[in-house]
């Protein structure tokens, strides 16, 4: 089945240490996108990427970073730069080729909380 | 500078009564998307509904119905005789249309968390 998959779900961060969370997509979709979801509030984008080897800093990049060597895969790492990490995070992929659907579609995310 | 609006933070609703979620956006661009998801206690965002800014036909998918209004700026989405599964968190969203390097950058409401009550 085609889909965005996000590990893991749930994820604990220590004091000063940098996690991973690991977005795959099979769509084929060109750009893969991070959000952030705090409690009550709607998503803000953190990065995004249009092609591999290729990735913009959203709204609130700082404190996260991401990689973009397969078009498959967007992980982001949540580092210890980033002092209020506790949130659901969101992968989204979408088509960017003419034609294609310009809707983004969403993994199941992952909540990080701080240890 | 482009912004969604959804002005109702909570409804809360008995099985089978209708309900509107307002959504009022603002955005400089003249060719632009927007979205309705929802998103349900498991977290996952569903996609419900594109609507392009050239087409202000109202839509209707069984029970959910959109009306877009570009004099208003707004996009109101309608559920008729609601059920108890249509209990989630709903976001309606702005995305810019652009060719050749699009971003295709949506921007969130903060949601309405409607509650149908059995």
């Known amino acids: 089945d085609g889909g965005i998959t996000q590990s893991p779900k749930y994820l604990f961060r220590k004091e000063g240490q940098n996690v991973t969370l690991s977005c795959e997509q099979n769509?084929?979709?060109?750009?893969m996108y991070w959000y952030r979801q705090d409690p009550g509030q709607g998503l803000r984008l953190i990065y995004y990427?249009?092609?591999?080897?290729?990735?913009q800093k959203g709204d609130i990049a700082e404190g996260y970073s991401v990689s973009r060597e397969k078009k498959e895969s967007f992980p982001l790492t949540v580092t210890s730069a980033q002092k209020n990490p506790t949130a659901f995070y969101l992968c989204a992929s979408t088509s960017t080729t003419s034609g294609g659907s310009p809707t983004q579609y969403f993994g199941p995310g992952t909540r990080l909380l701080v240890l | 500078a482009q912004k969604v609006t959804q002005a109702q933070t909570e409804i809360s609703v008995v099985e089978k009564e209708d309900v509107t979620l307002d959504c009022v956006y603002e955005?400089?661009?003249?060719?632009?998307?927007l979205f309705w998801y929802k998103q349900p206690p498991s977290g996952e965002l569903v996609f419900l509904i594109r609507r392009n800014s050239f087409d202000e036909q109202n839509e209707i998918s069984g029970r959910y119905s959109w009306n877009f209004q570009k004099s208003t700026s707004s996009f109101n989405f309608t559920i008729t005789a609601s059920q108890v599964v249509d209990s989630a968190v709903y976001f309606c969203a702005l995305s810019e249309i652009r060719y050749g390097g699009a971003t295709n950058k949506l921007i969130f409401g903060t949601g309405t968390l409607l509650a149908v009550q059995p």
């Open positions: 955005t400089r661009d003249t060719t632009y998307y």
């Open positions: 769509l084929n979709h060109d750009a």
């Open positions: 990427s249009q092609i591999v080897n290729d990735f």
